[in-house]
């Protein structure tokens, strides 16, 4: 089958991208607009580790077609702030030891933030209930869980004007500069 | 990565082109919705065809309004429905525990509804099923988990929402070339694990409607999955009833995932009406569902212990209708989950 020029609004951006119609938007956004920090895992809707934001909700970008995502507003885990900064969620993660090997992490942090915009101040158990389609062999979960729930304290306050608390400041930069390039996603 | 089979997209915008183009497909086409089924299945070789069209952009199948579901609305979209929810409270538990949030994101209620008949034979990758020997459903000579059996699928129906839907007495709207025909969904589900219901290739699943009596139906899901953050079922069973007093009025019963389709056990239900739901009738209902509920071994625990099972999530479905507090709770590890551990 030929392959179609689609055009894909992705993090403020539009890419013209050539796919082949059974090409998913997992696939389009890694290979056609150069978007690596959307993972896949699975491929088939068990891990979430592709997760993107679709008009500001989490999908599975490895059961969506490319070709269906024409006009939809996309966001992925390079969209989330500059290249310079990381998004408090992220930041979170790399404070909390919710990443590991990173592989699931760009899905956990799409999906947290989905939530977070959603419900400011998520409980544990809603936390556990919007990640339960994220899949980590790593973390344990616990850390993950620790991890949104200080980013929704950290976006509170600095949305209050405070200043959040620091954490891991003790770290060398070295490492910690190793864990924000794992919550990246890069 | 899973690579899916090449194909042509079509992307009409209305019920109408979506027919046209199917019927311009010849029969080699599927429809598709979310996606969340039928791409899995693909990925897996699982009886995959040229064309796919896809009913995303078809704006009459969405939208609720009362009981009536448009076809292609989202489970995601149902579940924030805080109106629907309010209607039929059933449904907040049962799409809790339907897939994961993700999933729920985009799949639809109609895929929902067609979502095809899983089997641990035949739910693999292509690589283990050539290894292992095709099966009927994949165009082998005959069944496995039944062997010997050269005309019969035993796959199981594993999606939620159908039984819910039956049990509050929904029905379904089908459009296809000849035009549209709305018939009980009780009456849509027929056959084995290839057939499963009555709808035509070319028709579409336009909307499902529950009539508005159903709101005074005290329902309950109770479905029993291996993994608790998302599962497909290995068993569940729903339950409606009006109550006339402490007598059952009327009783609407499904045993689900036991069988190519749900379960609609209407003997059984209507052997029970009148009667009383104190715990002795409660067991003569739980005894006569698990008569009728017959598994195979098409998903991982076995059918013994699936039987035991469809009997402690009647009683949970009867305890519940009937105002337990705690009928059914699901504490985040089931109890019984290993066979020989039913309560
Ligand atoms: C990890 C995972 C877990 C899951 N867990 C569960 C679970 O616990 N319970 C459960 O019930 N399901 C589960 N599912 C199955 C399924 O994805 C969902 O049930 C979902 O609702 C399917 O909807 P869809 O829109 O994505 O369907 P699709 O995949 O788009 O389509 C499914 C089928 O329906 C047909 N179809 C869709 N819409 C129409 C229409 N309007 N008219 C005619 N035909 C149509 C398609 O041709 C196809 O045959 C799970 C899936 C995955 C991947
Ligand atoms: S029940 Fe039998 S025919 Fe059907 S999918 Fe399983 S092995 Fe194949
Ligand atoms: S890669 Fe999409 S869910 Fe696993
Ligand atoms: S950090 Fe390794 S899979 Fe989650």
Redesign the interface.
Known sequence: ?PKTLVTLHVNGATYEVAV?????LA?ALRDGCGLTGTK?G????TC?CC?VLVEG????SC???A??AEDWQIETIEGLSGAERLHPVQEAFATCGGSQCGYCTPGFVM?SVALLRDNAAPSRDEIK??I???LCRCTGYAKIVDAVEKAGSDMRSADAGATPPTTGEKDDAGIQGRRQTAAAGR | MMILPEFELLRPRSVDEAIAAARGASGRFDYLAGGTDLLCNYKWGINTEPTVISLRHIADLRGRDGGRVGGGVTLGELERDADFLHDYPVFERTLDRLASPLIRQTGTVAGNLLVDTRCIWLNQSEFARQALGNCLKADGPECRVVKGSTDYCYANYSGDMAPVFMVLGATITLAGPDGQRTMPLREFFVGDGIERFVKKKEEIVVSIDIPSDAKTLRASYQKFRVREAWDFPELAVAAAARMDGDRIAELFLVANAVSTIPLWLDDVAQKHVGATLDDASIEEIVADVMKASKPVRATLLPPTYRKQMVGVMTRRALREIRGDADAGAQPGTQPGTQPGAAA
């Open positions: 089958m082949k119609p059974q090409d998913t696939l896949i699975c491929d088939m809707g979430g997760t909700r989490p999908v599975l059961l969506t077609l070709l269906e999906t209930a919007a339960a389609g994220n």
